[in-house]
């Protein structure tokens, strides 16, 4: 058997030189005192429990490892059966596997096959896990199995403790994430901390009390906006220069305390009723025994401040949770600045857009507010300018005419009848007449107001206007509605405005047309519309149409329809026009008939 | 026994009015004092009786509403005709007097003027 090659020359040269004596019967005792005092030193000093079976599988080594492993004295376990060692359930089991491996005797190292779910009972009944390897000796009295066992108990227990750290890890992670959903999308800043102080409540169990405290710029202190602890009001302050919080919130960096002595270490020397006034400010009956500070930070800002706090309980706090509490601050610091310009960016678009409403609303309405006041405005001062210049040229013009009467008279025979003098009197006349009719921009004459009859008014001036169309090829329809009430104002003046928008509207149709005169009523209104087929007004000139002494006619004075508008702007009504280059202008005199109200 | 001509005092502080006003009247036959302010005006009316006074509104030395005023308090049968060169609304004589008396603007034309005179005297 010698001859058998082996990894341990120890072992092998044991039994080989053992003389056949049997190593059941010798034990320990064995009758070679160096040889045998080395092979136990070897077995006393393995760190690992060490047992040889016999080919049936009784135990013939023990080595004190083994004794102290399994609860057994050597005396008890040489001879029994190694199964003994094994738990009741898998004894039948390792039989078999003894068998097979005494067929095929090889070295087995630990770790290999399944050691990994390899138990072993002690004495007491007790059940622990185990890695076992295996050799095989020959020897004069047969096949000696050497397994060396070692308990992995506290190995596993290891294992185990990091697979639950991972798991845990693993948890918070996965919670962060999906709190990291609900936070980011959560707008209300106030929601965003309750989640993130429940979810830090839960990340660390041993914390009785949490809190969440944001920076007051304008204030400069931090403002509690989030507690677990009724006894915390929301909106109380704490100072950013005090305790655990502001050193928290102005480093950057979380802090932490162990003791109520670490707690106190941090706040600032106190006696008496500033140590209760400090308590009562941090909302506290007594000091913390663990306190853990973590600032909420975004883009390197601290935006304040999550506390957790411990009353009951010793030892390091919190711990294994920081990692995670530091992301989860994180994670809120970042929600509330997306919250807070979500917020911002909400509010100024809608500020925005109500300015923009503002201001095309304002726009609108100064358009159309500096055109009415531009035309007022434009007719008032053209009024009082009219006015004065008709009392300067009424007196020259006066009397020159005077002397133009006289000297008619004084003019012999021959030159009597002379087209010059003609000419002089009527454009003298002309003159007087351009006066009378810039006077009347000047004249609200509302006492003269009096019952007029529309209908008739413009059937009067269309008998005027048509002797003027006659030569044209012009057809007049007039379509007045017979029930048309009657309105307050001045004929004469009402006369005019129509005189000069049936004028202008034959003259718009220097080839002929139609000249259509309709009215028509409404509840509080009246409307004369004085339609033609003419040329139409270009867009150049629709803007000045109402301007004073602008006119497009080689003979006209630009006051006809300026005039008119100030009559019916004096009548409380307006005058509107429809033009259509080419094909024809209709104008609307809009004129109240009740319950009407001049300007004042 | 032959008939006074009427006599008529023509006031307007403008020669040219004031000249081409008397010729015009004596061609019809009036006889026409002429004055070129309130103060000339009252000095006539003391030394004369007048049948009629044109009155320009705007004078030098006060308005010819006063004079009208004037006249028809203390000479009711001499006739007023107020010649004006403003619009009737003009803020400074639109105090509501005008009204009260006979009035022309100076648009009028020369046969008007006439016509007017010639109504008043004959009614």
Not at chain 1, 290 to 301: D, R, S, T
Request: proline share 5%; charged share 20%.
């Amino acid at each position: 058997m010698g001859k058998r090659p082996s990894h341990n020359g120890v072992m092998t040269a044991y039994p080989h030189g053992s003389g056949g004596q049997s190593l059941t019967s010798v034990g320990f005792e064995t009758t070679r005192p160096l040889a045998d005092s080395w092979f136990e030193a070897l077995l006393e000093s393995a760190p690992d429990a060490i047992l040889i079976v016999d080919a049936s599988g009784a135990i013939v080594v023990a080595n004190s490892q083994a004794e102290r492993l399994f609860g057994y004295d050597r005396s008890e376990l040489i001879g029994e059966a190694v199964e003994v060692l094994v738990p009741e359930a898998q004894r039948r089991l390792h039989a078999e596997h003894r068998d097979h491996y005494n067929n095929n005797p090889h070295v087995r190292p630990m770790g290999h096959g399944m050691d990994a779910e390899l138990m072993a009972r002690r004495k007491d009944g007790s059940i622990f896990p185990v890695e076992i390897s295996l050799s095989a000796l020959w020897t004069a009295e047969g096949l000696l199995v050497t397994s060396v066992i070692r308990d992995v108990s506290e190995r596993k227990r290891i294992e185990e403790q990091l697979e639950r750290q991972v798991q845990h890890r693993t948890a918070h992670l996965n919670a962060l994430l999906g709190l990291s959903t609900t936070l980011l999308a959560e707008r209300d800043i106030d929601a965003i901390l309750q989640h993130a102080l429940q979810h830090a409540m839960l990340l660390v169990p041993e914390a009785q009390q949490g809190a969440i405290y944001l920076y007051d710029r304008a204030e400069h202190t931090l403002v509690l906006r989030a507690s677990t602890h009724p006894s915390l009001v929301l909106g109380s302050t704490v100072a950013v220069n005090i305790g655990l919080c502001g050193r928290a919130f102005r480093s950057g960096h979380i802090q932490a305390a162990s003791s109520v002595t670490e707690y106190a270490a941090a706040l600032p020397p106190m006696q008496g009723d500033e140590y209760t006034q400090m308590l009562e400010a941090l909302g506290l009956n007594q000091l913390p025994s663990g306190a853990l500070v973590i600032p909420l930070l975004a883009h390197n800002e601290a935006l304040g401040v999550l506390r957790l706090l411990r009353h009951t309980g010793e030892g390091p706090f919190a711990s294994e949770a920081r990692p995670t509490l530091g992301l989860l601050a994180n994670l809120t610091a970042t929600a509330i600045t997306e919250a807070h310009s979500h917020y911002t960016a909400d509010r100024l678009t809608t500020q925005v857009a109500r300015l923009e409403d503002q201001q095309r609303e304002l726009t609108a309405r100064l358009d159309s507010a500096e055109a009415g006041m531009l035309q007022a405005a434009r007719l008032a001062a053209v009024g009082q300018l009219a006015a004065s210049v008709a009392h300067e040229i009424n007196n020259p013009l006066y009397a020159a005419r005077n002397s133009l009467f006289l000297l008619e008279q004084d003019l012999p025979d021959d030159l009597q009848g002379t087209p010059y003098l003609t000419i002089l009197q009527q454009e003298l006349a002309r003159i007087a007449g351009i006066i009378e009719r810039m006077r009347d921009f000047y004249r609200p004459d509302r006492g003269e107001f009096a019952p007029c009859d529309l209908n008739q008014l413009l059937e009067h001036t269309l008998a005027v206007a048509v002797l003027n169309a006659r030569h044209k090829a012009i057809s007049v329809q007039f379509a007045p509605n017979t029930t048309l009430p009657s309105i307050q104002g001045n004929a004469d003046q009402l006369r005019q405005v129509f005189l000069n928008l049936v004028i202008n509207a034959l003259d718009a149709m220097p080839d002929g047309g139609t000249l259509s005169v309709r009215t028509a009523f409404g509840p509080t209104v009246v409307l004369v519309e004085v339609a033609d087929t003419g040329i139409g007004i270009p867009d150049d000139i629709r803007p000045r149409l109402f301007e004073p002494f602008y006119t497009t006619k080689t003979n006209g004075t630009g006051l006809g329809l300026s005039i008119s508008a100030h009559i019916v702007t004096q009548h409380g009504g307006q005058i509107e026009v429809e033009t259509n280059p080419g094909k024809g202008t209709i104008f609307r005199v809009v004129l109240p008939h009740e319950a009407r109200e001049l300007p004042s | 026994m032959e008939r006074q001509p009427a006599r008529i005092l023509v006031v307007d502080d403008e020669a040219a009015i004031r000249l081409t006003m008397s010729i015009m009247l004596q061609r019809r036959g009036y006889a026409v004092s002429s004055a070129a302010s309130s103060a000339e005006a009252l000095a006539l009316i003391h030394q004369h009786r007048f049948e009629m006074a044109l009155l320009d509104l705007k004078l030098p030395d006060g308005s010819g509403l006063d004079l009208a005023e004037y006249l028809r308090l203390h000479h009711p049968a001499t006739a007023v005709l107020i010649l004006t060169g403003s619009s009737p609304l003009d803020s400074t004589l639109d105090d509501g007097r005008l009204g009260q008396f006979h009035y022309l603007i100076k648009t009028c034309s020369p046969q008007d003027v006439l016509e007017r005179i010639n109504l008043a005297l004959c009614s």
